[in-house]
């Protein structure tokens, strides 16, 4: 039974661009949600997914922004990116409760 | 938004050693949960404590969630190379709701 899988795991853009990334959850789970760990912190909530629709957010600007399809899987877009947008973005999907974490996506913005 | 603050930010100790990290809010805890996270991977669970003065323990590690549900700690005896990596603690948003808040973590290197 394949985890949570997430791609690409890295990817290097540049201020300004825009950036799409994506996350298939654990078979068989219905709930996604996305964080970001900056650098020697702890992950932080950005959003989470139930059937198709955006279920709760943390305090994160508009210019992030997902999708959840019908197969579950979930994308993260991030618009006009900045240099403080660097990180690691963390899938995790969930059904019932406990959550599972993919190994993330290292994007730098450079 | 619930704060958690852990200590140590870093350890370093030898194999062999025991050591206890600390999760402390100023606010109750729904429940609390333990994760470890090693280079390049997403954090893993290991435990979830609800109630308060709650002892769990998972082989040489050894959770325990304060009276007052404010605080907790984990105790790892006899620490082996394999257990270094970053711990954090996290905490619901509500109980059942899977919105997590993490600290900052403490970043454990396990010396052989």
């Known amino acids: 039974d394949a985890g949570v899988t997430q791609s690409p795991t890295h990817l290097i853009k540049t201020r300004g661009q825009q950036v799409t990334l994506r996350c298939s959850p654990k078979s068989g789970h219905d709930t996604v949600s996305w964080y970001q760990q900056a650098l020697g912190q702890g992950p932080q909530f950005i959003f989470q997914?139930?059937?198709?629709?955006?279920?709760q957010r943390g305090n994160f600007p508009d210019r992030f922004s997902g999708h959840q399809f019908p197969n579950y899987s979930s994308e993260l877009n991030v618009n006009a990116l900045l240099l403080g947008d660097s990180a690691l973005y963390l899938c995790a999907s969930s059904l019932g409760g406990k959550l599972f974490f993919g190994s993330g996506t290292q994007l730098s913005v450079l | 938004t619930q704060l958690l603050e852990q200590s140590p930010q870093f350890l370093s100790i030898q194999e062999g050693e025991n050591l206890t990290v600390y999760c402390n809010s100023s606010?109750?805890?729904?429940?609390l949960q333990w994760y470890r996270q090693e280079p390049g991977e997403g954090p893993v669970l290991l435990v979830t404590v609800v109630t308060g003065g709650e002892v769990k323990k998972l082989k040489r590690l050894t959770f325990q969630f304060g009276d007052a549900r404010k605080d907790s700690s984990l105790h790892i005896t006899a620490a082996q190379p394999g257990d270094t990596g970053l711990y954090l603690c996290?905490?619901?948003?509500?109980?059942?709701?899977?919105?997590?808040?993490f600290g900052t973590g403490t970043r454990l290197t396990i010396i052989p």
């Open positions: 606010s109750v805890f729904s429940s």
């Open positions: 997914y139930y059937e198709e629709e955006e279920r």
């Open positions: 996290a905490s619901e948003a509500g109980f059942g709701n899977e919105k997590l808040t």
